[in-house]
T-cell receptor
């Protein structure tokens, strides 16, 4: 599975949009981009995934560049409860493993 | 979304004893479940992949005789830490693969402290 690169940390003001970038320049054509987050002392929570089209659900939006070498997770109106470690993972859709990198620590501040 | 539970949520045991952790998919069937371990301030590390009705596949460096995994049904996988030692103290997290959409859903984790 392709490797991803994320900034180690980011800050965001409460109520503003949080834009979390992820680079995955070696992504293969059949690999999806998955985003999970982990709030302190909890199991990871699935957020969203996509292949090449932009995706949106009740939690977030996922913007994937046309060349698929990078993506951005957007939390449209961040709240204090969105403070967590966000993981960007690329994986073949029905592949077994999720390989977690260091992720991005997002701190939402009031 | 799909719900995965773990039991117990935390456990304290004496060195040398064995501890069993259960992972259940509550509203879907999971032919494949996964076990992860997370040490403080570190990311999740995959320990093993558990397939219903067959032997688990362990990641390199994970002792299969120490971490026994049983996946007896489509909704239950268990991890038994045998002869636990203080260095086994960690946060153990399971996940279940929702086959229809290929997404893994995670349990809330089990915190193990070995004294």
């Amino acid at each position: 599975d392709a490797k991803t690169t994320q900034p180690p940390s980011m800050d965001c003001a409460e109520g503003r949009a949080a834009n979390l970038p992820c680079n995955h320049s070696t992504i293969s054509g059949n690999e999806y981009v998955y985003w999970y987050r982990q709030i302190h002392s909890q199991g990871p929570q699935y957020i969203i995934h996509g292949l090449k089209n932009n995706e949106t659900n009740e939690m977030a939006s996922l913007i994937i560049t046309e060349d698929r070498k990078s993506s951005t997770l957007i939390l449209p109106h961040a709240t204090l409860r969105d403070t967590a470690v966000y993981y960007c993972i690329v994986r073949v859709r029905y592949g077994n493993k999720l390989v977690f990198g260091a992720g991005t620590i997002l701190r939402v501040k009031s | 979304g799909a719900v995965v539970s773990q039991h117990p949520s935390w456990v304290i045991c004496k060195s040398g004893t064995s501890v069993k952790i259960e992972c259940r998919s509550l509203d879907f069937q999971a032919t494949t479940m996964f076990w992860y371990r997370q040490f403080p301030k570190q990311s999740l590390m995959l320990m093993a992949t558990s397939n219903e009705g067959s032997k688990a596949t362990y990641e390199q460096g994970v002792e299969k005789d120490k971490f026994l995994i049983n996946h007896a049904s489509l909704t239950l996988s268990t991890l038994t830490v045998t002869s636990a030692h203080p260095e086994d103290s960690s946060f153990y997290i399971c996940s279940a693969l929702a086959g229809g959409v290929g997404t893994q859903y995670f349990g809330p984790g089990t915190r193990l402290l070995v004294l």
